[in-house]
């Protein structure tokens, strides 16, 4: 067996992503296999529950308000729309909810009771329910614990370095704090990146030595291809090639042995072909769904398709890992502190996100 290593060097992980290709594969593949059944693939329905209007200047995303793109606004949806729509998921496969809100963090109120109460509603459907929502205190991630709640994901976008290029309202250390947030809880941990942001092979290697490096590692690690949107800054970025992506996956196998490997953003530019050859890497998991949030994927029954193809099965909810009980508002240990946390803003100068905010 493979064993987790937390001490891995970008020098390593670097050789590891040059490696002749075939060579590369088969160590991935045999990893993978020693690990995981490689026949069985999670499928995630990654659901919008509050949509544009964030006030972050992520360069990739469409959702940030300083933008000019086409990402209609959406309030909060109510516990009704999220049970209809995870209802919807759950009969075409999918075994886990992904709810994600346009927030810089979570700020205590009538809005996050709303989002526990989805919690709730979606774990007693038997589905695995993950959010993103940015920043989260300790004592928040009590509460969504409390609700129910799988896996909170938050992503480390890149390496520290070139995150400096791509977001300056928020520090990496805010990413990392927001983890161990979580990790203080029975809630799993989802985090990774997106590839094609203009970062060099070292980047690479520097986020994934930044995810291996956490003890534990994250349950999950979505590799994200960059959906270049016209208005954001990155909308010039050329695809990124399927080789790249191979790579990509191949080495976070291998550094993330135990962990879901997810084919998130970007699969429309693949080819099923490139597709299987990822879940050959290593990759178990995806999302499924016409939109990842803003941007589009796959149609769900091109992915049926897929799976019936290569002989992939979906996976069951709660195959890793037990559910986690919901506890009632009523019975809740924790409540809301009104917290006030003071989360960074470095606010140095990006040029290509202050000409974007420009232009819009
Ligand atoms: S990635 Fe999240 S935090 Fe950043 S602008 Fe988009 S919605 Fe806001």
């Not at 509460?143 to 938050?154: M, Q, S």
């Not at 992503?155 to 400096?164: C, F, P, T």
């Not at 799993?188 to 994934?208: K, N, W, Y």
Request: glycine share 6%.
């Amino acid at each position: 067996m493979s064993e987790v290593r937390h001490n891995w060097t970008k020098e390593e992980v670097l050789e590891i992503y040059n490696k002749p290709l075939m060579e590369l594969l088969y160590e991935a593949a045999t990893i993978h296999r020693e690990q995981h059944d490689p026949n069985v693939v999670q499928v995630s329905t990654l659901l919008s529950i509050k949509t544009g209007g964030c006030s972050e200047d992520c360069g990739y995303c469409p959702q940030a308000a300083r933008y000019h793109t086409n990402v209609e606004g959406n309030d909060l949806m109510t516990v009704n729309q999220v049970k209809a729509q995870a209802l919807r998921a759950k009969e075409s496969g999918s075994s886990r909810v992904c709810m994600g809100a346009a927030w810089r963090n979570v700020k205590d109120g009538p809005e996050f009771d709303q989002v526990l109460d989805m919690v709730r509603t979606v774990n007693k459907l038997e589905m695995e329910v993950c959010c993103t929502l940015g920043m989260v205190t300790e004592n928040q991630a009590k509460r969504l614990a409390e609700a129910g709640l799988y896996a909170y994901n938050h992503n480390l976008d890149s390496s520290e370095e070139y995150y400096k290029e791509v977001i300056s309202t928020r520090g990496y250390q805010d990413r990392l704090d927001t983890i161990n947030n979580v990790r203080k809880t029975n809630v799993t941990v989802c985090s990774g990146g997106i590839i094609g942001m203009g970062e060099t092979e070292v980047d690479r290697a520097g986020m994934l030595v930044a995810l291996s490096t956490l003890n534990p590692q994250p349950e999950s690690t979505p590799i994200n291809a960059l959906v270049a949107v016209e208005g954001t800054p990155l909308e010039d970025e050329k695809p990124v090639e399927i080789w790249d992506m191979i790579r990509m996956v191949a080495t976070t196998r291998i550094v993330l042995p135990e962990t879901q490997v997810r084919l998130s953003a970007g699969r429309t530019q693949m080819s099923r072909e490139g597709q299987a050859m990822c879940f050959f890497a290593g990759a178990n998991s995806i999302f499924a769904g016409d939109k990842l949030l803003t941007t589009p994927n796959p149609d769900v029954n091109e992915d049926l398709k897929m799976f019936k193809l290569l002989g992939l099965n979906p996976q069951k909810p709660f195959t890793k890992k037990v559910q986690p009980e919901t506890v009632s508002a009523e019975n809740s240990k924790y409540q809301s502190l009104q917290e006030k946390p003071k989360w960074t803003r470095p606010g140095h100068k990006i040029k290509r996100n202050e000409e974007a905010r420009l232009k819009s």
